[in-house]
C-alpha cells in the first residue's frame, strides 16, 4: 500500500466550488520555487493538502489549499524565500 494520502480538506474547498482546476506538483514547484519531488513529499507528509489520482503517482493541488499553505509558511511572491518577520 502506498504512504500517499487523500489529504485535502473539506474546508479548504468552497460550496460551487467543483469547477475550479487543481495545480499540478509542477506548477506548485514552480510557483513556490522549490522541486517538485519537495511538492510530492510535503502533499505526501500532510503539510500541504492534495489528493493522490486513482491509480497513478500523480497529485494534485487546490488553489486555496495553495494559498492556505503560503500563509501558514511565510512564502513571499520571491519564490522559494520565506519572510522572516514583518
Same mark, same amino acid.
Given at each position: 500500500m502506498s504512504k500517499a494520502r487523500n489529504r485535502i480538506r473539506l474546508d479548504v474547498a468552497t460550496p460551487g466550488e467543483s469547477g475550479v482546476p487543481l495545480l499540478t506538483t509542477g506548477e506548485v514547484a514552480k510557483h513556490l520555487g522549490v522541486?517538485?519531488?519537495y511538492v510530492t513529499v510535503l502533499i505526501d507528509k500532510g503539510k500541504l493538502m492534495g489528493i493522490r489520482l486513482p491509480y497513478s503517482n500523480h497529485r494534485?493541488?487546490?488553489?486555496?489549499?495553495?494559498? +492556505?499553505?503560503?500563509?501558514?509558511?511565510?512564502?513571499?511572491?520571491?519564490?522559494?524565500?520565506?519572510?522572516?518577520? +514583518?
Open positions: 522541486s517538485l519531488r494534485r493541488v487546490h488553489p486555496a489549499a495553495l494559498k +492556505d499553505f503560503e500563509e501558514r509558511h511565510g512564502f513571499t511572491k520571491a519564490r522559494g524565500v520565506k519572510r522572516t518577520g +514583518d
